[in-house]
């Protein structure tokens, strides 16, 4: 008889599914966090070569009740920061335009850039 056909349909031995691969960016340090994952969901995207290996603390940005109140309700379920900044720091470039920042003692703002809406046309 015939040996066994592996090299189908991305399945390995004993047909279980060999999953999503992901391809690593040629520059990780200046690749920006898929804010998919960034969000705390899989990324199901193929083709998406942003990073997925950013640690939740680097990429999370901070909580705007902790910081106007010194306290969130929510406490350690909050998906934010827990940390005082000054109220004129400068916005991290890092975070800005990456999407995380890997220094635990950075005392800029993490605030993600806001997308500039195109307003409607008026009537």
């Given at each position: 008889g015939r040996g066994h056909?592996?090299?189908?349909?991305?399945?390995?031995k004993a047909g279980r599914s060999m999953g999503l691969v992901r391809v690593k960016p040629h520059n990780p340090s200046s690749t920006p966090i898929c804010p998919t994952f960034r969000r705390g969901l899989p990324c199901n995207n193929p083709k998406c070569t942003l990073r997925h290996d950013v640690s939740t603390e680097a990429s999370r940005p901070i909580c705007v009740f902790f910081q106007?109140?010194?306290m969130c309700s929510k406490g350690d379920s909050c998906p934010f920061r827990h940390v005082k900044v000054r109220w004129d720091a400068e916005v991290c470039p890092m975070f800005e335009r990456m999407g995380y920042c890997e220094d635990p003692?950075?005392?800029?703002?993490?605030?993600?850039?806001?997308?500039?809406?195109v307003e409607a046309p008026r009537k």
């Open positions: 056909h592996y090299g189908r349909g991305g399945r390995g106007r109140n010194g003692n950075c005392v800029l703002r993490h605030v993600l850039a806001k997308k500039s809406r």
